[in-house]
C-alpha cells in the first residue's frame, strides 16, 4: 500500500501528518543540510501542532464524560438540562478536531480518560455535599467511545 501524500495526509488528518512531518524533518536534520535552518526545534512545533490538537481533543472528551456521570448519578436534577447542552457543545468542537489517528489514540487511552473525568466528578460530588452520589459512580466507565463522540444522552429527567 502507498502512504498517503503529505498534502493530502494534511487534509485528511491533520495530527497524523505533524508527526509525519516532524519525523521527516528529523531525518532530514541527520543529513547536516547547509541551511540556516532550526529543523530540530521546527520538527519539535510541527510535532507539537498535532500534540495540541489531540490534547483538546482528549480534554473534550473527559468533559463529555464529566457531564454524563453527573447528568446520570448527581441528585441536582435542576442542572441536567445544562450539562446536556454543554455535552452538546463539546462534542461540536471535537468534531472540528477529530481525525482518525485521534481516534485511534482517544481509543487507546480510553481507560485513562474517564478516569479522570471520574476523579473530578467525585470532587465535585463530595465538595456539594453529594457523598452517596459520588461513592456510587462506575469504576470503570460505562460508556462506549461512540456514545461520547456520538448523540447519545442518558436521560435527562427527575432522578
Given at each position: ?41 521546527i ?62 489514540d482517544?481509543?487507546r ?17 463530595r ?18 467511545i461512540?456514545?461520547v463522540?456520538?448523540d ?8
Open positions: 500500500m502507498r502512504p498517503t501524500p503529505p498534502s493530502q495526509l494534511y487534509e485528511a488528518d491533520f495530527y497524523a501528518w505533524t508527526r509525519q512531518q516532524a519525523t521527516e524533518l528529523r531525518r532530514f536534520a541527520k543529513t547536516r543540510p547547509n541551511l540556516p535552518l532550526d529543523l530540530d526545534h520538527a519539535e512545533e510541527i510535532r507539537d501542532l498535532g500534540k495540541s490538537e489531540r490534547d483538546a481533543v482528549f480534554s473534550l472528551a473527559q468533559r463529555v464524560i464529566e457531564r454524563l456521570l453527573l447528568i446520570e448519578h448527581s441528585p441536582a436534577a435542576d442542572r441536567r438540562l445544562r450539562w446536556a447542552d454543554e455535552i452538546d457543545g463539546f462534542r461540536d468542537q471535537m468534531k472540528r478536531m477529530l481525525s482518525p489517528a485521534i481516534r485511534r482517544l481509543k487511552d480510553f481507560r485513562a480518560v474517564y478516569a479522570d473525568g471520574r476523579r473530578i466528578v467525585e470532587r465535585k460530588m465538595r456539594y455535599g453529594e457523598e452517596r452520589a459520588a461513592a456510587g459512580l462506575p469504576a470503570s466507565c460505562p460508556y462506549t461512540e456514545q463522540l456520538g447519545w444522552l442518558p436521560d435527562t429527567g427527575p432522578a
